[in-house]
């Protein structure tokens, strides 16, 4: 039997050993600023690839062990290897941005030789992502609708779990063009006192700007308010409608429906 001693002994090493987080994780969704060192002769991760995405993928990034390092180190966003096609298409698009549109010419020695930056202006963001949100335009910009049951528990502020991911297409478009400004509105309908209402949607709209804020986006481009039960969509007179009711918009100032579609 293995004594406890020893047991205790083991967990400690195991620990000791485990790969420390790279820096350049931190840096994955800044355009133009891309982790490239993964792959070569002396790393010994695996860089397996699995998920709809995979298929997606330019062979270079598909095919070489170098290219799988950049799709894992840039691009898995959960880390654990599995490959969207949203993923794919951002680490395809990263990978064009900054090689240039002609990849006969491009070898891993290129990068070996110094950091790739992309070139300026060049937009990371998925415009199909962007486009599915269903935006219109309005006198302020362009706006979406996340209804209650996408973003948060039965009256809570707390966000559901997958939220964030309901979020990430447009934290990529906001991270690209740092200089549109948000506005985040929160609405209930019309159950409860009109305190706990308004308390409510403020808090909702906040939670909203502080998930933002997780995925790198300056808290200070927000302009967050809550409306509690004030400016229904529809009136409270049905489960359906009271649904409905329960919202948060958010607006991109100064911005139309039409750039994304």
């Given at each position: 039997?293995?004594?406890?001693?020893?047991?205790?002994?083991?967990?400690?090493?195991?620990i000791?050993?485990?790969?420390?987080?790279?820096?350049?994780?931190?840096?994955?969704?800044e355009?133009?600023r891309?982790?490239?060192?993964?792959?070569?002769?002396d790393?010994?991760?695996p860089?397996?690839?699995?998920?709809?995405?995979?298929?997606?993928?330019?062979?270079?990034l598909?095919?070489?062990?170098r290219?799988?390092?950049f799709?894992?180190?840039?691009?898995?966003?959960?880390?654990?290897?599995f490959?969207g096609?949203?993923?794919?298409q951002?680490a395809?698009?990263?990978?064009?941005?900054?090689?240039?549109?002609?990849?006969?010419?491009f070898?891993?020695t290129?990068?070996?030789r110094?950091?790739?930056?992309?070139?300026?202006?060049?937009h990371h963001?998925?415009?199909?992502?962007m486009?599915?949100?269903g935006?219109?335009?309005?006198?302020?910009g362009?706006?979406?609708?996340?209804?209650?049951?996408?973003?948060?528990?039965?009256?809570?502020a707390?966000?559901r779990?997958?939220?964030i991911?309901?979020?990430?297409?447009?934290?990529?478009?906001l991270?690209?063009?740092?200089?549109?400004?948000v506005?985040?509105?929160?609405?209930?309908?019309?159950?409860?006192?009109?305190a706990?209402?308004?308390?409510?949607?403020?808090?909702?709209?906040a939670?909203?700007?502080?998930a933002?804020?997780?995925?790198?986006?300056?808290?200070?481009?927000?302009?967050?308010?809550g409306?509690?039960?004030?400016?229904p969509?529809?009136?409270?007179?049905s489960?359906?409608?009271?649904?409905?009711n329960?919202?948060v918009?958010?607006?991109?100032?100064?911005?139309?429906?039409?750039?994304?579609?």
């Amino acid at each position: 039997m293995t004594k406890p001693r020893t047991l205790i002994a083991i967990a400690l090493v195991s620990i000791a050993t485990l790969p420390l987080a790279s820096p350049a994780m931190a840096q994955r969704w800044e355009p133009g600023r891309w982790d490239w060192a993964g792959g070569r002769d002396d790393d010994r991760q695996p860089y397996e690839l699995v998920g709809p995405g995979v298929r997606m993928l330019l062979p270079e990034l598909r095919e070489t062990r170098r290219g799988r390092a950049f799709v894992l180190r840039n691009f898995d966003r959960r880390h654990d290897g599995f490959i969207g096609p949203r993923e794919a298409q951002a680490a395809n698009d990263a990978f064009l941005g900054a090689i240039g549109p002609d990849r006969t010419r491009f070898s891993w020695t290129i990068v070996d030789r110094g950091p790739i930056a992309g070139p300026p202006g060049r937009h990371h963001w998925d415009r199909a992502a962007m486009r599915s949100y269903g935006f219109r335009d309005t006198r302020e910009g362009a706006r979406l609708t996340l209804q209650e049951d996408v973003l948060f528990r039965t009256d809570s502020a707390d966000l559901r779990p997958g939220a964030i991911d309901k979020l990430q297409a447009l934290a990529d478009y906001l991270n690209d063009n740092p200089g549109v400004r948000v506005a985040i509105d929160g609405f209930t309908d019309s159950r409860g006192s009109d305190a706990h209402n308004q308390a409510l949607s403020d808090r909702r709209a906040a939670s909203v700007r502080a998930a933002f804020a997780q995925m790198g986006v300056t808290s200070a481009r927000f302009r967050v308010r809550g409306h509690g039960e004030a400016d229904p969509v529809a009136p409270n007179t049905s489960p359906e409608n009271m649904r409905r009711n329960r919202r948060v918009e958010i607006t991109l100032l100064g911005q139309r429906a039409s750039a994304f579609g």
